[in-house]
Structures are given as C-alpha cells and as structure tokens.
C-alpha cells in the first residue's frame, strides 16, 4: 500500500530555477493538499484540490502554482525559486478526515 | 492570527510515566480535533481525534480532552514508551465533513527518557 508518494525526496536549486514537485494517491481520494513545514512551524497550507478539476489558495500560496492532473496526482510548481521557499513540502490527500500525508519533499534553495 | 495554539515547544518525560500535552484554539466554529504524530524524516500520521460532541476519546495507550469552554485540548499518553518520542501536532479543520482544509499548530517535540 504506496498511500500518498512524493517525488523527489530531495532537491537542491539555484534563486531563479523552475522545480515542479509531484504528489500521486492510490486510495482513491476526492481531496488533495499541499503543505509547507519551516522549523519552528507547523504546517502550512499552499494549495488544495478539494476534487478533480478544482484548485484553491491556502494560507502562502505567493510564488507557487498547482495542477491537479487527474484524480490521483497533484503537482507543486515553483516558478522561479527563491531562498525563502527552502522548506520541506507535505502533500495529503483525503476523502473526509483525516488527511493521509506523504514522506515529504525537502527542498533548498541557494 | 494562529487559531490553534501550542504552546510549550517541547516536553521530557520519563519512560512508564505520563506525557500531557496541551493545545488552544480561538476559533469557536472548530468542532473537530485532530492529533499527528511526525517522526524525523517521515510525513505526519494520523494518531487520534475527538469530535466536539465528546469530552474525551480513547484509543489504547492514548486519551484526548476536550474542554470546549475553555477551548482547550489535551493528549494524554500513558504509560509513556520511547517510541513515542516524535513531534505531535494538534489540528482543527476549518469546517465539519468531507475535504476540509486542516489548521495546524507549530508542534510539541516529546523525547521520552529511557
């Protein structure tokens, strides 16, 4: 049972390059999430699908895009990467609570 | 404007004793709670939850609070194991059912002492 698989699992970027973080679910969920964890935070929430064809912005969304492809995948776009982006990414997914998280993706930009 | 509240950033305890650990909220609409565990490394799993219709809610070694006038809640774990050393996070969904987007607090690091 894969859950909620991320890729990659690490990334290192120069300010200024393009980055797409993937995100795919295998328990058939209706909702998907994008996270950000920086020390000494909790989790914050970027984007979410609540269903298939449907995005919305959470709480710093400034600087990223999403796509949600299909059912099972939802994708993190940073288009022009700069240094207060270095974090650790979470996606999720859900059909009611609670959201089921993947293995995270940390990213740092230099 | 943090709606869920964590306080103290960190507890010890010792193996076999109690771990409380302790969560606000300011919003009066949440009327469901969550707790995640997270290891290093590792996404947060899901641990326990308790609805707002309930005082308390128990699955094996760990018990939830919920104070609602006091909009507080709390994680009771015991007996404590060294397992159980990982960061818990207290969370609320911003509206009841289905695909709703969860507010977390910052996190409580419990290191459990042999």
């Known amino acids: 049972n894969a859950g909620v698989t991320q890729t990659p699992k690490f990334q290192v970027l120069k300010t200024g390059q393009s980055m797409t973080l993937q995100c795919a679910q295998d328990?058939?969920?209706?909702?998907m999430y994008w996270y950000r964890q920086d020390p000494g935070m909790g989790l914050r929430l970027i984007y979410y699908?609540?269903?298939?064809?449907?995005?919305d912005k959470g709480e710093v969304p400034n600087g990223y895009n999403v796509s949600r492809l299909n059912k099972r995948e939802f994708s993190l776009r940073l288009e022009s990467a700069a240094p207060s982006q270095t974090s650790v990414y979470f996606c999720?997914?859900?059909?009611?609570?609670?959201?089921?998280f993947g293995d995270g993706t940390r990213l740092s930009i230099l | 404007d943090q709606q869920v509240k964590q306080n103290s950033p960190s507890l010890s305890v010792q193996e076999g004793r109690i771990s409380i650990l302790n969560c606000d909220y300011t919003?009066?609409?949440?009327?469901?709670f969550l707790w995640y565990k997270k290891y290093p490394a590792e996404g947060p799993t899901f641990l326990i939850s308790?609805?707002?219709?309930?005082d308390k809610n128990e699955d094996g070694r760990f018990t939830v609070f919920l104070n609602k006038s006091a909009k507080h809640l709390s994680l009771h774990i015991v007996p404590s194991q060294p397992g159980d050393s990982a960061v818990y996070f207290c969370?609320?969904?911003?509206?009841?059912?289905?695909?709703?987007?969860?507010?977390f607090g910052k996190g409580i690091t419990l290191s459990v002492r042999p």
């Open positions: 328990m058939n969920h209706n909702s």
């Open positions: 699908s609540a269903s298939e064809g449907t995005t």
């Open positions: 999720a997914s859900s059909s009611n609570q609670p959201q089921h």
């Open positions: 308790i609805s707002s219709i309930k």
């Open positions: 969370a609320a969904p911003g509206w009841t059912g289905a695909n709703s987007k969860l507010t």
């Open positions: 919003n009066s609409m949440f009327d469901y």
